[in-house]
């Protein structure tokens, strides 16, 4: 009897325990649409297509940070909702459509090719771990550029293949020069994209391609850390916009210009070192602002009064202003640049002493210039120690003026300027000739 009792009573506790374990699992148990979940799952995967509560989901399953959809075809608007009602918390794992495949949302390489590319650049924002994307060579068109962009957005560091061309010339991830000269280029755009898809290109070289001056001032305006060169024509002349040097010396019969016809040459040669443009009609310098890296300039024989946009050429040396209408030439004082300067003939200079200022001033010559007796004896005594003051010559350019061997190197320069590679006025040979490595 009592061993009975004794079964009976391990059969209760036993039956016991299966209820309470039942009990227990019924409340770790959450129906949605039919189906059971527990309420303490961290990762659930859906297989129904029809299933569509997925904000009840989140609502039930608190733990929840994993949702596989994989085994849906889901649309790209379909996700957008699902992950919308799911919240940051909850990583989706679906498959992206792309024309007529799909790639897990997790792919971090992708190879594309040209057809790919419009279907791609609508769901590329979909890939968030890509980090290596392939596309087969294609045209520089507008998706590509969607693509490369996104990709790039998401992961900058991602490693991105492609290849196209321009008018024929082939361009990669690897190009850093692009020469396109005597190339019809018709719309920039086509530019633009290229430096947008493949960031490594440095240079375009564009002579004679048919864009204006204006259009490729645009370029280099929007790009300042890519050089764009190109041809400015005006006159008779056909001038790099990368030109180291210019004069208009060889051309003793050309007519005299003014400012206006130098304007395309001080807005786009922005690497001219040195400048000649003497014997013409210039009045107004303010252009020549552009200018930064001018060493050299001569402006000898032109119709200049106001010489403070001068002031701004922050390299310049060599200076030759004889033969103008100079009224003020206080603003070059001060030019520690400044080594020498011809100022012969301005008959109504003023404020000459300012030129004291200068503390690296090599030669002055500043003679018929009118200049009062106590001016004189200032500039005398307060130049630069060494600084060679001549107020005395007749003719501009008298007394040795142009007999030093830099005043020769630098007109042998201009008489072949467009052959002029290299240019240091400060340098020992001064100029070096492209077509002769030793010239010069």
Known sequence: ??????????????????????????CNDVTIDGKKYDVNATAVSIT??????????????????????????????????????MGEKVSIFWNVPMGAKQYPNTTKTLVLSASDLSAAAEVIPYFQKLDQVT?????????LCRVVEQIRQQNPNADIHCSSQIGGVAIDNTTE???????????????????????NIQT???CYCGLSNEVMGQLREDYPDVTFIWVIE?????????????????????????????????????????????????????DITHLKKLQVLILADNCIKDVSPLAELPELS?????????????????????????????????????????????????????????????????????????????????????ETTKVQRIREAFFCWNLVKEYDIHGDRIYRLESQENAG
């Open 177 to 199: 020069e692009v020469n396109l000269n005597h190339i019809a280029i018709a719309d920039p755009a086509v530019i633009r994209r290229a430096i947008q898809v493949f960031p």
């Open 48 to 85: 129904d297509a029809s299933f569509d509560d997925y904000a009840l989901l989140h609502k039930k399953l608190p733990q929840l940070t994993r949702l596989d959809l994989r085994a849906l075809s889901l649309l790209p608007a379909e996700y957008d909702s699902i992950a919308s009602e």
């Open 135 to 143: 596309v087969a060579p294609c045209e520089l068109s507008e998706a």
């Open 318 to 402: 060599y200076l030759e202003l004889f033969q103008n209408q100079i009224e003020d030439i206080s603003p070059l004082g001060g030019m520690d640049s400044l080594e020498e300067i011809n100022l012969c003939y301005n008959r109504h200079l003023q404020n000459a002493t300012e030129l004291v200022k200068c503390r690296n001033l090599k030669r002055l010559h500043i003679s018929n210039c009118d200049l009062k007796a106590e001016e004189i004896n200032t500039l005398y005594h307060d130049l630069p120690d060494g600084c060679k003051f001549n107020f005395t010559s007749y003719e501009s350019t008298g007394e040795g003026w142009r």
């Open 204 to 206: 375009f070289e564009m």
């Open 234 to 286: 005006f006159e008779r002349f056909a001038v790099r916009t990368d030109a180291k040097a210019f004069s208009t010396l060889e051309y003793k019969t050309i007519r005299k210009n003014t400012e206006e016809t130098f304007r395309p040459l001080f807005l786009y040669c922005t690497e001219l070192r040195a400048l000649d443009i003497g014997h013409h009609g210039v009045v107004d310098l303010s």
């Open 1 to 26: 009897m009592r061993h009975t009792n004794e079964i009976v009573k391990t059969a209760v506790v036993a039956l016991m325990t299966l209820l309470v374990l039942c009990v227990c699992s019924a």
